[in-house]
């Protein structure tokens, strides 16, 4: 089953995109970014719950690297 939040690895700039059930929400600059971009969508998390969450699927990068690449 695929999870339904998805962050993609940092792109140039050091932002990862954010999609949530198919849905790009837009570009996050750090946790706090995408903390808030999944209280927009009705997720009520903080940023230790984005980190941990088993919904959520880092894709390239850990939750703590925003490095550009």
């Known amino acids: 089953m695929a999870k339904p939040i998805i962050v993609y690895p940092p792109d140039e700039q050091g932002t990862r995109r954010v999609r949530v059930d198919g849905t790009i929400l837009g570009r996050a600059h ?4 995408l903390t808030e971009y999944l209280r927009r969508a009705g ?9 941990r969450s088993p919904l959520i699927e880092w894709r390239g990068a850990d939750p703590e690297d925003w490095e550009p690449r």
Request: zero cysteines; glycine letters at 0%; hydrophobic letters at 45%.
């Open 43 to 51: 997720l009520e998390v903080d940023d230790l719950d984005v980190i």
């Open 30 to 33: 750090d946790l706090r970014d």
